[in-house]
């Protein structure tokens, strides 16, 4: 496989059952996607393979050097990503047609008018990096006359490294969490687990069925081990008000390439319990 950094990047270890749309929508929040194809699987497990052409190089490589082994966002197990291999300098900027973007060429439209959106460089578009340190750095943003988004302001704030503790990776500081609700969004997880310390940026994950609903699962990644410690040992075995129990255990890799629960901490009630309870709206809590 070719290290030679380039705006096409192969994705490996994608679910069977992926489809085009899933792959837009699941890798548009790293870079804007010129142009992508989904490779149907071989094997027994079918897992498929996919190739995306990114705006910039600069796109792709945080995508090379931050997601190859890790778990991307709405996605369970962990993906490869490399560099295409480079086959010559006659083909430039991509193929023609095909693909869930279709376009022909360098000339293709993206999203945004007049470039890569929030890419380093090109004209009227991109991120303007100037000075030396965090305090010189500048952000401007030229999108021909569209105003960015706030999503387009993070992902760039995230791709380009600018915010505190880097971006998530699957480690001891990873806080697995399931028995979530159907209705449970990223948001939620946020505001349940902000309290125990700082979240990496982009490291809070929920996994959705087709119709939006949570699947009952997520993760959270932890700036530190000791916010994890005190999330685990709270939350953990925590009642909610139908009965149910919210699980949440400590990452670990098992060596398979995917990542598991480890068993919490904290003291159980007879039942596996910690204790703790949460009674509906408007009942006694010790009731």
């Not at 548009?28 to 142009?35: L, M, N, R, V």
């Not at 305090?135 to 302001?153: E, F, S, V």
């Not at 060596?255 to 408007?282: E, H």
């Amino acid at each position: 496989m070719s290290d030679t950094p380039s705006d096409h990047v192969l994705i490996g270890n994608l679910p069977a059952d992926f489809t085009d749309d899933a792959l837009k929508t699941n890798f548009e929040a790293y870079g804007t996607i010129k142009w992508c194809r989904l490779f149907d699987g071989r094997g027994p497990e079918g897992k498929k393979s996919a190739m995306i052409e990114f705006s910039s190089v600069e796109e792709a490589t945080w995508l090379v050097e931050n997601l190859d082994g890790n778990i991307p966002l709405g996605l369970e197990a962990e993906v490869s990503v490399k560099y295409k291999p480079a086959k010559g300098q006659g083909k430039g900027g991509g193929g023609g047609g095909g693909g869930c973007m279709g376009g022909g060429g360098k000339d293709r439209p993206s999203p945004y008018a007049g470039g890569g959106m929030m890419g380093m460089g090109g004209k009227g578009g991109g991120m303007m990096m100037g000075g030396k340190g965090k305090a010189g750095m500048m952000m401007g943003m030229m999108m021909g006359g569209q105003q960015c988004t706030i999503n387009d302001l993070f992902k760039g704030l995230l791709r380009h490294k600018v915010l505190p503790g880097g971006t998530w990776a699957n480690d001891e500081r990873t806080a697995c969490i399931s028995g979530l609700p159907s209705d449970t969004t990223e948001t939620d997880v946020l505001k349940i687990f902000s309290p125990f310390g700082a979240i990496l940026p982009g490291g809070v994950r929920v996994n959705l069925n087709d119709d939006g609903t949570a699947k009952g699962n997520g993760m959270v990644n932890f700036m530190y081990i000791e916010s994890t410690q005190a999330a685990i040992e709270t939350l953990n075995n925590c009642m909610m008000p139908d009965g149910r129990f919210l699980r949440v255990k400590q990452w670990f890799d098992n060596g398979k390439g995917k990542g598991g629960g480890k068993g919490a901490k904290g003291g159980k009630d007879k039942n596996g319990a910690n204790g703790a309870k949460i009674s509906p709206a408007g009942a006694d809590a010790e009731g």
